[in-house]
């Protein structure tokens, strides 16, 4: 070490100043450094050359026979793996800084010179790295012009433990959500009654409703790790942050998150059906289920009742009929998938409506239901006939005419209402029917209104006119009911001499 001098006694040896006294002095000056004959090893500029310093094997017996000089109670190895992998930082050692002690050398043999004193005429530059052993961290700096080294203690090592979380990064609602705790051990000293704690986000919990955990590691030697494992279940899809943390019972303490995105698949069911058919018709409805959830749906399954009065005739693949249920089990459905299934319904007797009321339920998503509803209609048919009994007809002599409506349709003809038209040639003589004469003035014949005809249902008319004027006499008749939008009109020629 150049220029290392006692504090009492110094002789100056050109720019080396030499120490007086033993090297177990108990404090020393050091005013100049790097010196030959006292340097612990050539000087060093980069932290590579440092590293060579501590992993040349010529040196090695040097710094342990430094380090036992010392009475130092860590491991020698400890500290050359930390020069060989350590972050080395650069620093300056200000003047009057008191190093416990300073490798140097004495007639080539390694020396351990206690309690020395930075009193150089400005700062130094040096390396520093640090390091564990047996229990204690050490740092260890080495001035540049002389290699010449020192190790700090800095106190027992504190314990330390690692928390790793692992949880899927997507996760179903209806399937439990995996989680991975590893605590380790990644200090120099065991660390005892390790225990990890986590509560969970609002939404999470364990299968017996819990929403925090609290699980005894136990102690855990140096390099030693523990995995635990537990399943957690979402209430609702959306994205969840879960942090865990391990502490031990000499304080130390650690934490770790993970993130999960939990998916749901969501069902509806559009429920197609032709607003109206016609009697005799066959009714086709199809139910589509679509999949508006961001996750698959492994089993649903689609069920429609059949209506009252319906008589199934056939379904697309798939569809079961049974208890007045048909059912059609699907594949999977993925996100924004939809399926089409569809039922045929025969022909229903009578005129009304038929509701349908499907319904749709998966082994995750929630069910949902619609409904349709399809009106049977008849189709409207009236005949009107109209016969006089006597044609010719001699002029003075009366003549009746008989007025027929005959329902043909599917359907009741409602509020018909009959109205007969005379010409001039003809004046009204009486009338009989179905329903009587309201109104008959100004050859003009009005009947009260026949309330409903029901298919194939007739009714009756007869009116009964004389001969006025020899004429081609044409007897007008018309029938208005609620289903014609116009009168249905009928004419009858009566030859009059």
């Known amino acids: 070490m150049k220029g290392l001098m006692h504090s009492s006694v110094g002789i100056a040896l050109g720019l080396l100043l030499l120490l007086s006294g033993t090297v177990h002095a108990r404090q020393h000056r050091a005013t100049r450094l790097g010196h030959p004959a006292t340097r612990f090893a050539p000087y060093i500029d980069t932290t590579e050359e440092l590293r060579s310093r501590f992993r040349d094997p010529k040196l090695k ?41 300073m490798s140097s050398r004495e007639n080539g043999r390694p020396v351990a010179l206690r309690e020395v004193v930075w009193a150089g005429d400005e700062p130094v530059g040096a390396y520093e790295f640090f390091f564990s052993s047996r229990g204690r961290r050490y740092r260890c700096v080495t001035p540049k012009p002389c290699s010449n080294f020192y190790v700090e203690d800095l106190g027992p090592e504190p314990p330390k433990i690692q928390v790793k ?31 990890i704690l986590d509560t969970f986000p609002a939404g999470l919990r364990l299968h017996d409703g819990r929403t925090s955990l609290d699980m005894d590691a136990g102690p855990l030697k140096p390099g030693e790790a523990r995995e635990l494992k537990f399943s957690l279940f979402a209430s ?61 749906e492994a089993k649903p ?8 009065g319906a008589t ?45 009321a499907p319904s749709v339920r998966g082994s995750c998503a929630p069910p949902a239901s619609s409904a349709c509803t399809t009106a049977i209609r008849g189709v409207p048919g009236i005949l009107l006939e109209v016969v006089d009994l006597v044609d010719p007809v001699e002029v003075n002599q009366e003549v009746t005419y008989v007025i027929t409506a005959t329902n043909q349709g599917s ?27 309201a109104d008959a003035q100004d050859r003009s014949i009005r009947f009260a209104p026949l309330p409903s005809l029901g298919p194939k249902d007739v009714a ?30 009928e004419m009858e020629s009566t030859h009059q001499y």
């Open 61 to 101: 017996p040097d710094f342990a026979n430094i380090l036992r000089q010392m009475n130092w109670p860590g491991d020698p190895e400890d500290m050359h793996r930390a020069a060989a992998t350590a972050e080395v930082i650069e620093i300056k050692l200000p003047v009057g800084t008191v190093m416990p002690f």
């Open 165 to 195: 979380k692992s949880a899927p990064a997507e996760a179903s609602l209806c399937d439990p959500i995996e989680m991975t705790i590893t605590v380790h051990n990644n200090g120099e000293v065991p660390v005892t009654q390790v225990h």
């Open 236 to 296: 609702a899809a959306g994205t969840y942050v879960n942090e865990g943390r391990a502490v031990s019972a000499e304080g130390a303490t650690a934490t770790a998150s993970a993130t999960t995105v939990v998916r749901a698949p969501a069902l509806a069911v559009d429920c197609a059906a032709p607003e109206f058919v016609l009697l005799g018709r066959p009714i086709e409805v199809c139910l589509t289920v679509r999949n508006t959830g961001d996750a698959p």
């Open 301 to 308: 399954t689609i069920t429609l009742p059949v209506p009252a």
């Open 312 to 356: 199934l005739v056939s379904t697309t693949e798939g569809g079961v009929a049974t208890g007045g249920l048909i059912q059609w089990e699907l594949p999977v459905l993925a996100p924004g998938a939809s399926q089409k299934v569809c039922a045929v319904f025969g022909p229903i007797p009578n005129p009304g409506s038929l509701a349908f």
């Open 411 to 437: 359907i009741t003809g409602t509020n018909l209402r009959l109205l007969c038209l005379l010409p001039p040639a003809q004046e009204f003589v009486s009338a009989t029917g179905a329903t009587m004469v």
């Open 460 to 489: 009756t008319w007869e009116v009964k006119i004389r001969a006025v004027q020899p004429a081609d006499a044409r007897f007008h008749t018309e029938l208005t009911t609620d289903q014609f939008d116009r009168p249905i009109i």
